[in-house]
């Protein structure tokens, strides 16, 4: 499932992976002067394998309120996302509610979308 969100002035789309235990960016969704910094990180994927990452980043992204996470960045994402992992949904008190399609982030509720389409 998909939340619209606002990252580095451009329209994105986040996905809520609650199998991946770190959020993850993809590295075209950075501006050139990201503040990016080295990780310890050793993520791998559901079969095993492993994920190429480069480097933690602390960033800012909004829905109608501005929510921070440290992510991990790769090049192995395709999509044009923002997964957010179990992390941020635990550190954020997430709650799904999965027969309305809402999740909270906090104090706010937010529509997902079940297909994904770039904007």
């Known amino acids: ?11 994105a789309v986040a996905l809520l992976d609650t199998g991946c235990d770190t959020s993850i960016i993809c ?11 080295p990780t310890t990180h050793t993520l791998l994927a559901a079969n095993s394998t492993s994920i190429r990452w480069k480097v933690n980043i602390m960033c800012i992204f909004g829905l109608q309120v501005e929510f921070s996470i440290c992510a991990v960045i790769t090049k192995s994402v395709k999509e044009f996302i923002l997964g957010l992992g179990i992390d941020f949904l635990s550190e954020n008190s997430c709650c799904w509610d999965f027969g309305t399609g809402y ?17």
């Open 103 to 119: 999740v909270r982030m906090g104090d706010l509720w937010v529509r997902l979308h079940q297909c994904f389409t770039e904007q």
């Open 1 to 11: 499932m998909y939340v619209p969100i606002q990252l580095f002035d451009h329209k």
């Open 27 to 37: 590295t075209h969704l950075l501006p050139d002067d990201a503040d990016v910094r």
